[in-house]
């Protein structure tokens, strides 16, 4: 039962949201485009970027389907605690270009 029937946020929106934040963080990542900027700036991007990925996740938690995106946001954390991803997908993203790069 969702506490917000009449939403006009559906949870493809969040979806695709969230697919846009980690496709930025990849992006960005790979292209070094925050490269020139302060150590400082670089921090506060990904931790807006990371704290707009923690809200979609809690709205999605709280008004559709309560353990999938619960799970999302407990996987946001592990991945930020962990690798400092801004998403899941993007902390899928870094391991994968380590390990591959390990090899």
Not at 29 to 56: C, H, K, P, W, Y
Not at 72 to 95: D, K, M, Q, R
């Amino acid at each position: 039962m969702a506490v917000f029937r009449d939403a006009r946020v559906k949870s493809i929106d969040l979806i695709i949201a969230v697919l846009a934040l980690s496709l930025f963080g990849i992006i960005a990542g790979d292209l070094g485009l925050f490269s020139r900027l302060s150590l400082e700036t670089q921090r506060v991007i990904g931790l807006t970027e990371f704290g707009a990925n923690m809200v979609i996740a809690i709205y999605g938690a709280v008004a559709f389907r309560r353990i999938a995106w619960s799970a999302y946001l407990v996987l946001s954390i592990v991945g930020f605690v962990l690798v400092s991803a801004t998403t899941p997908i993007t902390a899928v993203w870094l391991v994968s270009k380590v390990l591959h790069g390990a090899a």
